[in-house]
């Protein structure tokens, strides 16, 4: 059973479309993640949240919105594409919020065209 | 500010020597670290931690150093195998891991 799923892998879009990542943990963690993987190859973190609230909210643009409908989903929904969305975006979990380690989904590739 | 630097992108290393990855960091406030292996395609998977309370800590063929006082980590891995090549991210964590760059190890037979 993989731990932290996320869908889809690819995902491959014009610009100004509308598009969602999914993503789901079953290790019983209170903590999720959305991280971003630029084509420098940082990884940044995007938002968090902790038992559906809202926790760390990074200096990103308003056409992401994540929504965490239980403590073991959480959604990333990106509006109006733009061509410097693409990267891989990690959903990630862990089980507490401080001084914690983060298990990582497999991404999501996602290139806007 | 805080800021991870790992200033090598790439590591190459012959099978069976030991394989060092270095790290340093900005910020002293944040007292806990970690490294994680990523292959192409997958995620990052988390190795070992470490946290400022002591200056080192070992689990099986991987140790990772901390040295305070000058603000630098690394990890050794020895002896080096095949398995081994992937991207290493270090990452310092508080209430959000932020990770450097990354380096790309090759273990070469």
């Known amino acids: 059973d993989t731990a932290v799923s996320q869908t889809p892998k690819y995902l491959v879009t014009q610009m100004g479309n509308d598009k969602s990542i999914k993503c789901e943990q079953n290790?019983?963690?209170?903590?999720m993640y959305w991280y971003k993987q630029d084509s420098k190859k940082f990884l940044k973190i995007m938002f968090s949240?902790?038992?559906?609230?809202?926790?760390i909210n990074e200096t990103v643009p308003n056409r992401f919105s994540p929504k965490s409908p239980d403590k073991a989903h959480l959604n990333l929904h990106i509006n109006s594409l733009e061509l410097g969305d693409s990267a891989v975006y990690f959903c990630?979990?862990?089980?507490?919020?401080?001084?914690?380690?983060?298990?990582f989904g497999s991404g999501t590739q996602l290139s806007v065209l | 500010d805080q800021q991870v630097k790992q200033n090598s992108p790439s590591l190459s290393v012959q099978e069976g020597r030991i394989s060092i990855l270095n790290c340093d960091y900005t910020n002293s406030m944040f007292d806990y670290f970690l490294w994680y292996k990523k292959y192409p395609a997958e995620g990052p998977t988390f190795l070992i931690s470490i946290s400022s309370i002591k200056d080192k800590n070992e689990d099986g063929r991987f140790t990772v150093f901390l040295n305070k006082s000058a603000k630098h980590l690394s990890l050794h891995i020895v002896p080096s195998q095949p398995g081994d090549s992937a991207v290493y991210f270090c990452?310092?964590?508080?209430?959000?891991?932020?990770f450097g760059q990354g380096t790309r190890l090759t273990i070469n037979p």
């Open positions: 990452a310092q964590g508080a209430q959000k891991l932020v």
């Open positions: 990630a979990s862990s089980q507490g919020t401080f001084n914690e380690k983060l298990f």
């Open positions: 290790l019983g963690h209170d903590t």
């Open positions: 949240y902790n038992n559906k609230e809202l926790i």
